[in-house]
């Protein structure tokens, strides 16, 4: 478990890492990089690199820490993977229940998983649940099954965004994180693409977070590194979800 880089939370909790890949957004995985990455140099939990791994001996640690704390679950994963056993899953949401002081942001490109698992099971109060929007083929249909849960929080990461998603409903939905590419093989993202989610948010009064641009920047120029910044439409837009 670690401070997180990611701007839209506060730390990473990996009770497992590894996955494989879904969808168009998981093409250029940051995690997979990072993993591989890793696994060179000698850290432990990522002796398999990018392979699923259950990291029983990290199950715990969010029990440490007495401080609320905005917790990313499996940045390094996908917690509804379909190697991931159910008893060890349900130890996962064991601790989520013992911990009501933090908040879990668990975020899933396997949205029929995650709608099986708690579609006949009470959600913790203090887990916001999300669904990568990278694209209309993939992204978009995520939304339904996500609307369909009874979860606090309900949040889209719309990132990468490899295209012009259109119109989308955004009813029951809370939250919204819009972000590009980074690394050396990224996809550019249009400024209009990231300005159509914007403004959908602010008129169906969903909560909008922009994240980054990524390698490529507004302007259509490639940096060699993240140098872009969070500046859209003329400011860094910031917006968190309001608790009930």
């Excluded at 590894?18 to 850290?43: I, P, W």
């Excluded at 908040?103 to 916001?128: C, G, H, S, V």
């Excluded at 609307?147 to 009813?171: H, M, N, Q, W, Y």
Aim: glycine letters at 8%; aromatic letters at 10%; one cysteine or more.
């Amino acid at each position: 478990m670690s401070t997180s880089k990611i701007e839209w939370t506060e730390e990473t909790w990996n009770p497992t890492t590894g996955c494989t890949k879904v969808s168009a957004g998981c093409k250029n995985c940051y995690a997979e990089v990072m993993a591989n990455r890793l696994q060179a140099m000698g850290t432990p939990g990522y002796e398999n690199g990018f392979e699923f791994s259950i990291m029983r001996d990290r199950l715990e640690q969010p029990l440490r820490k007495k401080k609320a704390t905005k917790y990313f679950v499996n940045s390094m994963s996908d917690l509804f993977h379909e190697k991931m056993p159910r008893e060890f899953l349900d130890k996962v949401m064991g601790v989520i229940d013992l911990t009501p002081q933090h908040i879990y942001q668990i975020l899933t490109k396997r949205e029929d998983a995650m709608f099986d698992y708690f579609e006949n099971r009470r959600i913790p109060e203090n887990i916001w649940l999300g669904v990568s929007v990278e694209d209309i083929k993939h992204g978009v249909p995520r939304i339904d099954k996500l609307r369909s849960l009874d979860a606090t929080i309900k949040f889209l990461s719309v990132e990468p965004l490899l295209e012009d998603i259109g119109e989308i409903d955004l009813t029951g939905i809370h939250w919204v994180i819009v972000g590009g590419e980074s690394g050396a093989k990224a996809r550019p993202m249009k400024e209009e693409w990231a300005l159509n989610i914007k403004r959908q948010c602010e008129e169906q009064g969903v909560a909008f977070f922009f994240k980054q641009w990524g390698t490529w920047g507004a302007d259509g120029v490639r940096r060699s590194k993240k140098t872009n910044g969070r500046i859209l439409d003329g400011k860094e837009w910031n917006e968190y979800p309001e608790l009930i």
